[in-house]
Structure formats: structure tokens, C-alpha cells
């Protein structure tokens, strides 16, 4: 079966402090990736997205970046957190047209 | 134009009830519209998706209704219940394209009153 892992499920950090969310996906290579950011009560905001190994594109400017060092491996930092980085963190893949998501994770900014 | 525009922004609907959420678009190159379904701390799950070569499409309770010519899809949750309470969103892309980006509206959440 084909999974998406994202850790960790929930982080609590501080202003200005780094960030490393990790997605991990299973079951099927060279997959297209996607990190959203979900606000409270919000929409899906599309923060990056990848179509291969080193490739990201990003979609709006910000605070965070994002890489992809393996294939089935995407990870969203930062250096220094904001506190309007809180969120809810969604890694997705592509399927054939539509998009899977992980479990997500919830950032909180303090 | 890649807006999706999606109402009500939220929904009371009584048990038994037909919930019915709508979304609009404009880019006529969209060519895959789905339905995601997400509850409270949980990554959003499709629901159901629909190609603009049919009007309508039917797994169960869900229904999508799509309409070329306006340009505008919608979900019918028949016989609604409890547990169909979430928050619910359209989306729509070029299936075709490379990125296979979505777009999403901005969601609806439902809730289903005993």
C-alpha cells in the first residue's frame, strides 16, 4: 500500500527557534509531493511542491523552504519560526490525478 | 482565474437531511475536479471526483453534479448523517499537467444535527 508518514505529529517551539518536518512516503517512487499549511478553521494554503529528487518549486514567498533529498523523502524548515508559521503542516502525493494526504502535523509557535 | 470559489463558507443540516455544498471556477482548462472530505486534526481524505465529460457521479450517500456550461460543480450528501460532520472541499486541476497541482476552494463545514 502506498503511505504517507509525517513527524512529528505535534510540536510546540518557540519564536525564532528552527523547524524540520519530515515526510515520508511508502509504496510508490519518483512520486509529485506537496507541503500545505492549514491555518485554524482555514483553507489549504500550497506551500511547495516537488516533481523529483532536488526539485522544489515554491509557491509563496515566506519564512520556510524546502527540500527533497530522496525520493521518497520531503522536508519543510525553517531557520527561525514566526508565530504566524502555526499550523496545521500537510504533506500530500500525487496519485493519478488526485492527491493523498498524511496525517499531518501541528505546529504551535509560542 | 485557477480561483475555486466554494459556499456556504458553513452548513447546519438536520439528520436525514440533503446537504448541498457548491463551487464555481473559471479556468475551463481544468479538466479533474474532486472532493475531500477532512474531520478535526486529520489530513483531508477524497471523497469523490468527477471528470467534465459527465454530469453527474454517484458512490452512495454523494453525489457530484457538475455543470460545464456554468461552470460551477456541487456535492449532495443524501440522507445526512452525525458522522458525515466535517469540513468539506472542492478542488479542481489540469489533470494532464506535469505538477498536478489542485486547487481548492476554501471549504465548507457541515454539520449534521441529531
Known amino acids: 500500500s502506498q503511505t504517507i508518514h509525517q513527524w512529528p505529529a505535534t510540536l510546540v517551539q518557540p519564536v525564532g527557534s528552527p523547524l524540520s518536518l519530515e515526510c515520508t512516503v511508502e509504496?510508490?517512487?519518483?512520486?509529485?509531493l506537496y507541503w500545505y499549511r492549514q491555518a485554524a478553521g482555514r483553507g489549504l494554503q500550497l506551500l511547495f511542491y516537488s516533481v523529483g529528487i532536488g526539485q522544489i518549486s515554491s509557491e509563496v514567498p515566506q519564512n520556510l523552504s524546502a527540500s527533497r533529498p530522496q525520493d521518497r523523502q520531503f522536508i519543510l524548515s525553517s531557520k527561525k519560526l514566526l508565530l504566524s508559521d502555526s499550523g496545521f503542516y500537510l504533506c500530500?502525493?500525487?496519485?493519478?490525478?488526485?492527491?493523498?494526504f498524511g496525517p499531518g502535523t501541528r505546529l504551535t509557535v509560542l | 482565474q485557477q480561483q475555486v470559489k466554494q459556499s456556504p463558507q458553513s452548513l447546519i443540516v438536520q439528520k436525514g437531511g440533503i446537504s448541498i455544498i457548491n463551487c464555481a471556477y473559471e479556468?475551463?482548462?481544468?479538466?479533474?475536479f474532486p472532493w475531500y472530505q477532512q474531520f478535526p486534526g486529520k489530513g483531508p481524505a477524497l471523497l469523490i471526483a468527477?471528470?467534465?465529460?459527465?454530469s453527474e457521479k454517484k458512490e452512495g450517500r454523494f453525489t457530484i453534479s457538475f455543470n460545464k456550461s456554468a461552470k460551477q460543480f456541487s456535492l449532495h450528501i443524501m440522507d445526512s448523517q452525525p458522522g458525515d460532520s466535517a469540513t468539506y472541499f472542492c478542488a479542481a486541476s489540469m489533470g494532464t499537467g506535469n505538477t498536478g497541482k489542485l486547487i481548492f476552494g476554501q471549504g465548507t463545514t457541515l454539520q449534521v444535527k441529531p
Open positions: 509504496g510508490t517512487s519518483n512520486p509529485n
Open positions: 468527477i471528470r467534465p465529460d459527465v
Open positions: 479556468n475551463t482548462a481544468f479538466d479533474y
Open positions: 500530500a502525493r500525487r496519485g493519478y490525478n488526485e492527491q493523498f
